[in-house]
């Protein structure tokens, strides 16, 4: 067997950052330049190195930025205030909350917050909505970068069996819709599914998003599918492991995705790309 594609999400991304700045500089010469706010409320160690990518993907991009980072113990109230002034600011045209928020601030009372047209992680249920019917909306990044991945491996989605294994709101249910949207034929898996290696290893295209370190290896993986792995799990090494058994996947697998480098750097590209099309959509263009 040949050695299985690598899907560089660093690669893709590198690629659709370049068509981002093209337009960035196209759309400076109409005086507008897409503005991201991010809103970080605590001390997740975590949060704030996404938040300092996302701030950089900016500065790269040539977008205009604004962190704004809250006390842990700052108010529902308060963030919400901030949300409001955001909603109505011009120079901003994409709104990310970073996620989780302190146990003592109800997530969705901040996403309902969020101005629709300006909710570029796709979290809001109005884009949620949308996306469930098949209407225009701002899709999830992660997912969006899932869909990119697959169509730039040239294999047509269109009548492929597609299993995702995760059901989660903000990864394995948005991935299905999309995949559906696409018309691959979708079955989706999660921690009460009987079988699962059986069902998984009919899949053409296989994607997941469990948070279980290395736990999918080849016996779940038909010979030639496409695999793509969501899963960003931390070992005790420090090292970061996806949900995919790589090493014994990809011998079995065709285009395959590596942790790092593959949907990690999409994440963020998409995000950037959702507030390039707000930044359009604010100024009436598009
Ligand atoms: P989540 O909210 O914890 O959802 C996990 C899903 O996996 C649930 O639907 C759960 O089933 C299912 N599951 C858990 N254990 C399972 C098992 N043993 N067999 C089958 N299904 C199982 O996680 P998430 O937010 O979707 O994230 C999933 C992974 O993706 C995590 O590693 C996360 O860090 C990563 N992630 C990466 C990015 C990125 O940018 N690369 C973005 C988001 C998430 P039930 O519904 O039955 O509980």
Redesign the pocket.
Known sequence: MTAATIISGKQISEEIRKGIALEVEQLSKQNIRPGLAVVLVGDDPASHVYVRNKEKACQDLGFYSEVHRLAAESSEDEVLALVDKLNAQASIHGILVQLPLPKHIREKAIIDAIAVEKDVDGFHPVNVGNLVIGDDSLLPC?PAGVIEMIKRTGIQIAGKHAVV????N???KPVALLLQRENATVTM?????HN?AEIASQADILVV????AN?IDASYVKPGAIVID????RLESGKLAG?VDFESVKEVSGPITPVPGG??PM?ITMLMQNTLLAAKRLNGLN
């Not at 898996?189 to 599914?193: D, L, M």
């Not at 998003?209 to 279980?212: D, F, N, S, V």
């Open positions: 992660t294994i995760g059901r989660s903000i990864v394995g898996c999660h921690s009460k599914t699962m998003a469990i948070g279980r736990m969501v899963g960003m799990n949900d949907v990690g994440t």
